[in-house]
């Protein structure tokens, strides 16, 4: 039985349900809660140690930490109950429509936030812009486009009816005006399930009545996402679960948005059904999954509520899942976890009569495998959430959470907190940076001078080693293009010659995205290493600034470099392209072919034009735009240290280093100070 639908109208989505359950999911989050806590106390202690550029700087770094947003991109198979799996996981359950129709394109973000309170609840919807309907019906998407190249006239003519299709029903809902939405967003000072289901949702029975504003679905067909901001008590930081439509639609429109989604995501958890986990059909999700860090990827295989004896069964799902992905170069050591959204949803409730006796039977089995706590020690409630796996899969986020985005903005912070502190040493002139001149001895116009000399060189630098290192990588790119392009069409060629034109020939471009994903991990390991070899450089320039014109002994003053920036995932390097496609496509772009000549020119033709645009988003949406977040950095970096040196040096004033610090007690001051650098390098290591 399907868990999506089993009970469409059972759960009042009015606000979210069994709170104390996720409450306690919530518990996994204490090691990142105790660093960001540790963190605070120290930006706490800056404030009330600094002055007020130094407090203003700290309290400014509290911000950006209370505002660090993790988000988490659910992709899924079809019918692998994803909605169901996250809307317990925000604990309402029948929020999201489950039963979502194949044209629905919406990417849905839920956004928790701590201390939230039910009149915070808002929601907004952004339709298409007019490119991208345009797109979209005058050329089908990307599947009208691949169609129209590899000469699939059958196909191309299916797309086309279906567009019409959607085109009608849209007038029917919308008014033959619809198009004048396009564009444009709409807001909402509330969240209900009937909402969400106007802009998300798609029924099979098309409402006629666009006056009636409560449709369902009846902004589904132009809506491209949607944004819902949540109460959920005892959130445990700011959060983003975002849902996509996946990757199987009729137009690929799908797969374009969710490879923008898991671009943007730092973790990544693939919903598979335990009836069909990656089967044949889903090699397109492994495409995309296989250019994602393991470590950032989580297999949550969903409505194990439906085996027969789940407790013998999924160490064989196991074992199959883990055969797929190596054969299909998945993800290396993904962590795969088992649950059932459909439990998790009746535990959030306490709709335990609504169990069938299949699932029943299905979850005593799988505790007396998996419950590590005896059950009469637990409620009835607890043990099925417990079952259900969401515990264990919101334990799996907090970790990725701690090691990741999270525990990378502790050290970006404590990094930049620690130079703050550095800052008030050198102002105070305190004995453990052993200073040996006199704050009239420095010539600060000079200093000025000099600080800015260094800083225009070193960015200059930077910028140019980042320059000649996207160079390296797009003359990578275009010497894999061109190799894969050669090495296709003799590949064809050779067929030509030895099978003649009567046997279909096949290609996999399995050899080209192997190509593509090498040159690009090179680009950024050669990336790290300039950025680690310049900000290196940078911060020891600064160091011997400080030191020379303080009279500061060496090692006595150090310089915290910035964490370089990230390299996001080539996500891309999985869409869909023609080769993907087998079956009837090739069969009639083959037979309608006469002469090898032209098979070879019409091949090398379609794919160059298949692949160009994946070659050229490598060069813009990831070096170009990589190439600018590590410059940036490096701005930032430079604009903290100009201030923290103008702040020193403003103290300073002529009366001399230390002079202007008027606290009553300068010893209880410096071991505080001491004990908070001591603190921030702890985090920042």
């Known amino acids: 039985m399907n868990v999506e639908s089993r009970h469409p109208t059972t759960y009042d989505t009015s606000e979210p349900q069994g709170g104390e359950l996720l409450k306690a999911a919530f518990k996994c989050f204490k090691p990142f809660h105790d660093k960001v806590a540790g963190l605070s106390e120290a930006l706490d202690k800056l404030v ?57 394109s919406v990417v849905t973000s839920l956004r928790l936030t701590p201390n939230s309170r039910p009149e915070d609840q808002a929601a907004s919807f952004t339709f298409f812009d007019e490119g991208e309907w345009s797109r979209l019906v005058d050329r089908g998407g990307r599947v009208g486009e691949l169609a129209e190249r590899a000469g699939a006239a059958e196909e191309l003519d299916k797309v086309r009816a279906q567009v019409e299709e959607m085109r009608k029903k849209s007038e029917r809902r919308l008014g033959r005006k619809f198009e004048m939405l396009l564009g444009q967003h709409h807001d909402y000072g509330y969240i209900d399930s009937d909402l969400v289901e106007r802009y998300v949702c798609l029924g099979d029975d098309f409402e006629t009545d666009t006056e009636t504003s409560t449709s369902q679905g009846r902004f589904a ?30 137009f690929m429109m799908r797969e374009q948005i969710t ?3 898991i671009r943007e995501s730092r973790i990544c958890v693939v919903v598979l059904s335990a009836h069909q986990a990656l089967s044949t059909v889903d090699m397109a999700l492994i495409r995309l999954i296989s250019n994602v860090k393991s470590r950032e990827v989580i297999i949550f295989v969903n409505r194990i509520d439906e085996l027969a004896d789940p407790a013998n069964e999924v160490p064989q799902i196991r074992a199959s899942i883990e055969k797929t992905l190596a054969d299909h170069q998945g993800p290396e050591d993904a962590q795969i976890l088992f649950g059932s959204a459909g439990w998790a949803n009746v535990a959030l409730s306490g709709a335990f009569d609504e169990m069938s006796d299949d699932s029943s039977n299905a979850l005593l089995k799988w505790a007396d495998e998996e419950l590590r706590v005896p059950a009469e020690k637990l409620s009835i409630q607890e043990v099925i ?16 959470i701690d090691e990741g985005v999270g525990g ?29 001149t006199d704050g009239a001895d420095v010539d600060t116009d000079a200093l000025r001078a000099e600080f800015s000399a260094l800083a225009t060189s070193a960015q200059a630098r930077f910028n140019d080693e980042l320059a000649a290192t996207v160079d390296d990588f797009e003359r990578r790119l275009d010497r ?44 950024g390991r050669n990336m790290a290493s300039t950025a ?84 050229d988003a490598l060069r ?9 977040d590590a410059a940036k950095v490096m701005t930032e970096f430079l604009a903290e240290q100009k201030a923290i040196l103008n702040n020193v040096l403003e103290r300073m004033d002529g009366h001399g280093i230390g002079a202007s610090m008027e606290v009553p007690n300068r010893a209880d001051h410096r071991d505080e100070l001491e004990r908070t650098v001591a603190t921030l390098e702890k985090l920042a290591a």
């Open 408 to 436: 990378e903005a502790v050290e970006r912070a404590a990094r930049s907190a620690i130079n703050l502190a550095n800052g008030v040493r050198a102002a105070a002139g305190y004995d453990g940076l052993s200073v040996q």
């Open 620 to 628: 813009g949406d990831n070096a170009r735009a990589i190439q600018m």
């Open 259 to 261: 490879i923008r989604a």
């Open 480 to 523: 894999s293009h061109r190799s894969f392009l050669e090495r296709a069409t003799s590949s064809l060629l050779a067929h030509l010659e030895s099978e003649g034109d009567s046997v279909v020939w096949e290609y996999d471009p399995t050899g080209f995205r192997v190509l593509l994903r090498s040159a690009y991990q090179v680009f």
């Open 385 to 400: 959430w417990e079952l259900s796996g969401l515990p264990a899969l919101y334990a799996a986020l907090a970790e990725r």
């Open 221 to 250: 067909d132009i809506t491209k996402s949607a944004d819902l901001t949540l109460h959920v008590p005892g959130a445990p930081m700011r959060l983003t679960v975002r849902d996509t439509p996946g990757v199987n639609d009729t």
């Open 532 to 615: 680690k070899r310049e900000f290196t450089a940078v911060t020891r320039d600064l160091e011997t600034l400080y030191q020379k014109s303080f009279g500061l002994a060496e090692e006595s003053f150090k310089v915290e470099a910035p964490r370089p920036a990230r390299m996001p995932p080539p996500v891309l390097l999985g869409q869909t392209i023609a080769l993907d496609l087998k079956g009837s496509w090739w069969s009639r772009w083959w037979q309608k072919r006469r002469g090898y000549s032209t098979y070879a020119m019409d091949f090398a033709q379609m794919i160059e034009a298949e692949t160009l645009p994946i070659i």
């Open 48 to 104: 009330e140690i600094g002055d007020d550029t130094t407090a203003k700087s700290a309290r400014r770094l509290g911000h950006q930490l209370d505002h660090v947003e993790p988000s988490v991109t659910m992709i899924g198979q079809v019918k692998a109950g994803k909605t169901s799996l996250v809307n317990a996981m925000v604990g309402w359950p029948g929020l999201l429509p489950a039963d979502v129709n194949p044209w629905t």
